[in-house]
């Protein structure tokens, strides 16, 4: 059995890439490499790549993939877990030849269910997120970890919300057919809890590792 794979993450807007992805990478010892936060990083630090990449991310829209690939290639050595990329079928392409993915899994979760989480969703500038629902703050609007005011990120309103499930849709849900007919594809419910999703990706991936 390998101990060790290179794992891609797919999924919509708010199926709980982010978090399913530290637990993997925490349990099977892999680099978590976020496209989400690797622009946001580069959207705070005003680089020329994060400059670029706001006025689309702003609109709900994709940045362009060469954009995000010079971004996130520096991060791509060693064995990782890649949350957010590739979100095309040309992104695909063009990742294919500077990495190689054991499995690709993808998070399938109803759009009701991803409207909902993604609009109750509040952030803070220290990095802490909440949810008005699921995961509220002990006091309304204000941090628990600095008490600063949290705020609703542009991209979690509701219109642009929708926008980026539609964009979703279009362009990043075809990509499970590519990687299902090479094989490399396994699908896990979201819908339910953290916990009983990630009890399921461990399923997948222990099932993958013994046939490495």
Known sequence: MCEIMNIILLGPPGCGKGTQAKKISEKYGLAHVSTGDLLRKAVKEKTELGLKAKEYMDKGNLGPDELVL??????????VI???????????????????????????????????????????????VYHVEYNPPKKENVCDKC????YQRDDDREDVVIKRLETYKKETAPLTEYYSKKNKLKTVDGNGSIDETFMKICEKLNNVRENL
């Open 70 to 79: 010079e971004l996130i290639k520096p991060s791509l050595s060693g064995d």
């Open 147 to 150: 008490n600063s005011g949290l």
């Open 82 to 128: 890649l949350d957010g990329f590739p979100r095309n079928l040309n992104q695909a392409v063009m990742l294919k030849k500077i990495f190689e993915a054991d499995v690709v899994l993808n998070i399938n979760v109803d759009f009701r269910i991803l409207v909902k989480r993604l609009t109750g969703r509040r952030s803070c500038r220290c990095g802490a």
